[in-house]
Each structure stands twice: as C-alpha cells, then as structure tokens.
C-alpha cells in the first residue's frame, strides 16, 4: 500500500507538475527496544530544523516562514465578518460514547478509566479487541451532512470547521497517503467529501482541521498491558506486526501505521502515557531520526492531498505551542518546516485554482503571524484582541459524544457574545452520537440560537470590538465572564445580571449593547460607559422590538428604560447610535 520513494538530490524546493502528487517514502527500518524510560531525548534547543524534500507547487511561496509572511495578503475579511462556526469534532472515537480521546484511554487500565471499562463492556479486552475493531466497526448510517449544514446555517453559523483526522491517526477521507481511512475500514464513506458537498450546496465556508501530529506520543497507551488481573502482562493490540494480521480482517494494514511505534524507551514518554497530555520534557526521539523524518513527511502529505483534492477555505493544525514539529510542546520528537512546506504548497495551488490567496492556515496558540491565524480552546482574554483574527473553541458537553451532556442555547449564545466582544470568533463543537446523529434537545437548542442570531445579527456579523469589551461585576479585579470549559450544566446555571453588559460595533457603524440577563418588562438599564460629556447618543432601539424606548444621558451613564413587555430570550441587544 506504499508508495515509492522520492529521491532527492538537491537542496532546492523541488516543484510539482500540474496534477501530479509527491510519493510517499517507504516506511523506514525501527532500531530494536531499548527498555522504558532508559534513553533521554535530545536536545531541541540545538537540533537543527530539517527542511523535508517534499515537492511542492510551484508558485513564489517557499517552504519557510519569511516566504509566507512575506507574500501572504492578508487573512481574507470573511473571517472577520463570519463570527460563527460549527466545530464537526466527529469521527470513530464518538463510538466509545466515553467523550474525548476515547482511543487513547481505552488503554488506560490503570487509572481504572471509564473508556477502558466500556471498551471491555461493548468490543472486549484491548488485547484481544483494540481501537481497529472500533474502527472495523464503526458504521454512522444516521450521519446526513446536508441535513445538518442546513441546521447549523439555520443556527447562524457561517463556516464549518470539519475534522479530517484527530489523534487516533484516522482519515475521514479517501486518504491517498494513509490506508486507515473511511473509505477503506469502517463505514466505508469518503466523509469529507459529503462535508464538502454539503457546504458548497449551501454556501457554506468551511475547513479541515488536522490533529495528527499529536499521535506519536498520544498512542504510547496502546503497547502497554494490564497491571493486574487475568490479563495481566499480555500486551495490548498495539504491539501486533504486519505479519499478525495474515489470516485476519486487517490482512494487509499494518499496524504501525495506525498506532505508531512504541517509545517508551525515551525518559519521560511512558510516565506520560498516564498523566494524559504531552510529554513534560520536551527533546528529540534522537534514536528514530528516520522514522521521524518518514513520520513529518507523511503528516505533511496526508494534509496536502486534502488541500489538493477537497479545496477547502482554510486548514487547522491543533497543538499547544507554536507550531507543529517545533522540537517542544505537541511538537516534541523532531523539528522541520512540515507546517510550512504544507502552507507553501496550499497558497501556490490558490494562486494557481483561484487566482488569489483568499484562504488561510490556523495554527492553535501561534502568536501573531502574517499567513497563519490562531486559536485557543474554552476560555476568554481579559482584554479586547484586535491584533490578527482569532477563533476561540469549545465543545457542548466535550469533544466526542458521551451520555448525559447540557444543551442550552444561553451558553451558546453568551459564548458566542463573550467571543465577539473580545474582536473574536466563536467555534462551537455540536456532539454527535456514534451513528452521526444529534440528541433532539441539541437540535432545540441550534433552533433557539438560531432564533436569537435572527433578531441580533446586525449586531453580530461584520462586527468589531468597541472601546472596552463590556462592564458589569467585577472578580477578583477582572470583568466577570462566561467560564471557561466544555459548555455543561455549570454555563446553564451561571448567573448573570442584566447590568452585565458586552459592546460591538456594527459595519454600519453603530454601538451595540448586549446585556447577559434579560431585565425585567418596565425596569432600567444603565450603560455607564456612556455616561453624560462621553459620546453623546442620537437614537436608542432595542433589536426586535418596534416600540420606541425611552433613554437619557445621565451622570451615572445612559438609562435606558425596557418596554413594559419583553418577550426574549438570554440577551437583548440595544443599537445606539453616537453623534
């Protein structure tokens, strides 16, 4: 299932014909085990970046930051104009109905994890039944990506962020460069591709979001076994060879290229395996160069054929620090320009498809960069960032399905205000069952949204941050804001005040005032950052009501007097007009 290897005998940039695709190099000779934890890594500080000879389109974009910074135009204004997005955070792990990386906790007997214990309820022991029979198996006949584009554009989303492969190493798509994918294991469905449809048939911005580089480590669960009990010793299917599998349903897949290879012969690797995140002491797997060369070349390959086969409007790489394969952070194992070589070839192949860069590259917790836009996960800045457009995430309940999670259309539509205010977008992740389907109360809650973004949109899309972000109760010195995490019962019973108030500008100019609490019918509310001698208002109208209100500019602020009958929901959006 490999392809040959690429021979390259230059330090140039080797370019790409039209329509043609770079081979993947065969899969490289693995050093004999040395024992857990007895090899410390190297040193990332003095390794130097390899530059990976991967060829790419042509085009005056070169695998390196000063070429993309240099050339890029500019994030496209849709960005800045979208403000919604729909996460499809979907794939094989929903099965486990265990929430997020269920492949990796299936493995986690230790620790006594709830992923592990539905595993052994539901496939059976991970020695015998791993994460590939749940793959084997995973079948979503409910999933109908043009049914729910449509719920989520109802909802007023304006791009969808669609996963193309997480941690679990796999692709959504009909993967040229990896054999573990939907077409060939599974539901047998080129997932992406009906994403894809569905956005172009609605108009739907959307992008492909990629969490591979995590795997190395993120699998390391995989090659332990049981610490006590009747399989106590016996290893876990992630030790399995390509000669296991002769006879077997996965005949002819090789395991490593689903789980990886085992490392927890580096120091800090093993001990990681069962702390949950990244391993806490950054280096170099210096032993498995080639093997980390092969690993980044094949990371960057599986990302362009996305680019080059599903045209998307931007690309998403998750981590923790400044990039993919940086030495450090997520990045730990190897440094090169694997992230660059992809952004160079995605721009180049814009230029050549649609005459201009009118896309970009996320990459999670970059600082500002021209050509790449940043993300972060759940919680809001304490100030206004006007720096570079931005997307902050979050899932409703957690990242993958689980029973039990909180649908309520407040926390989104609070999430989404707090997000806007801040000069942000908002990027919600909508839980989906293992058979692609949503819960009904999930469907009420994007209905409710959706009502709310119909009245108050003026106010949303298009907008900017004003002056200050908002006013309200003050906590320990800092505005009170929504907190932070996956949106559950502890955002629906979050309190707030209808003196708790967010600001935007509109395209049109206007200020818009959001209170987090709707006010009593007949009560006041008063704005005191527009307090008399500050900007002088014009006009005062409240966002659905036709009634015209009654207001004044006081030394205290502007009071504002609500309608005697308030029929809304979550927030009332005020529209103010300043001389």
């Not at 109908?144 to 109802?154: G, V």
């Not at 979050?394 to 997000?419: C, H, K, L, N, Q």
């Not at 929504?482 to 005040?497: E, S």
């Not at 008063?526 to 030394?555: A, M, P, Y």
Request: glycine share 8%; proline share 6%; charged share 25%.
């Amino acid at each position: 299932m490999m392809l040959a290897c690429v021979v390259c005998s230059s330090q140039a940039q080797k370019t790409l014909q039209d329509g043609q695709m770079p081979q993947m190099p065969p899969f490289p000779e693995i050093p004999a085990k040395m024992p857990i934890g007895s090899v410390p890594t190297g040193d990332s500080k003095s390794f130097a970046e390899v530059q990976l000879d991967i060829p790419i389109t042509y085009g005056p974009y070169k695998a390196n930051w000063e070429s993309i910074e240099k050339n890029y135009p500019g994030t496209p204004e849709w960005l800045r104009d979208a403000k919604l997005g729909i996460w499809v955070h979907f794939g094989p792990q929903a099965a486990g109905e265990s929430g997020d990386w269920y492949a990796r906790n299936l493995y986690k007997e230790r620790e006594d994890h709830k992923a592990y214990k539905n595993h052994l309820k539901r496939y059976g022991h991970p020695s015998e039944v791993g994460y590939k029979e749940v793959l084997r198996d995973w079948n979503p006949t409910k999933l109908d990506p043009e049914y729910l584009t449509k719920l989520y554009q109802k909802a007023g989303a304006r791009f969808l962020m669609i996963q193309g492969v997480h941690h679990d190493n796999y692709d959504l798509w009909n993967s040229q460069y990896h054999p573990w994918n939907s077409v060939n294991i599974g539901p047998k469905r080129d997932i992406l591709r009906e994403w894809v449809d569905a956005c172009h048939k609605y108009n739907m911005r959307y992008g492909v979001t990629f969490h591979h580089e995590y795997t190395w480590w993120w699998w390391q669960t995989a090659f332990a076994s049981d610490s006590k009990g009747d399989k106590a010793g016996v290893p876990y299917d992630g030790n399995l060879t390509l000669e296991d599998g002769k006879g077997k349903w996965w005949e002819g897949y090789d395991p490593r290229l689903l789980y990886g290879i085992d490392l927890r012969e580096y120091e800090t690797v093993d001990a990681m395996a069962h702390t949950g995140w990244s391993p806490p002491k950054a280096g170099i797997f210096s032993r498995h160069l080639d093997y980390c060369k092969w690993y980044a070349t094949q990371w960057a390959l599986r990302m362009m054929d996305v680019t080059a086969h599903y045209d998307p409007d931007f690309i998403y790489t998750d981590g923790t620090v400044q990039g993919p394969f940086t030495g450090d952070g997520t990045g730990t194992g190897y440094k090169s320009n694997a992230m660059q070589t992809v952004m160079a070839d995605y721009y180049n192949r814009l230029l050549k498809t649609r005459g201009k860069v009118d896309a970009f590259s996320i990459i999670k917790f970059r600082n500002p960069t021209n050509g790449a836009v940043n993300t972060a996960e759940f919680d809001f800045p304490d100030s206004i960032n006007a720096s570079q457009p931005w997307i902050r995430e979050a899932p409703v309940g957690d990242w993958f399905y689980a029973p039990g999670f909180t649908y309520d259309s407040d926390s989104m539509i609070r999430f989404i205000i707090e997000a806007i205010c801040r000069d942000g977008n908002a990027a919600l992740n909508i839980p989906m069952r293992p058979d692609g389907s949503i819960e009904d109360a999930c469907v009420t809650m994007l209905e409710e949204v959706g009502q709310w973004m119909q009245i108050n949109g003026e106010a949303v899309y298009g907008s900017k941050a004003w002056r200050t972000l908002g006013e309200g109760e003050i906590v320990n010195g800092k505005l009170k804001k929504l907190p932070g995490g996956g949106l559950g019962k502890q955002h629906a019973d979050f309190k707030f005040t209808p003196q708790d108030i967010r600001f935007t500008v509109g395209k049109n100019g206007a200020l818009y005032a959001f209170t987090l609490a709707v006010p009593e019918a007949g009560s006041q509310v008063t704005i005191h950052n527009l307090k008399k001698g500050q900007e002088k208002v014009k006009s005062v109208s409240l966002l659905g009501c036709d009634n015209k209100l009654k207001w004044r500019q006081t030394s205290e602020g502007l009071v504002i007097s609500c309608p005697d009958k308030l029929d809304f929901a979550t927030s009332l959006v005020f529209k103010i007009a300043i001389k």
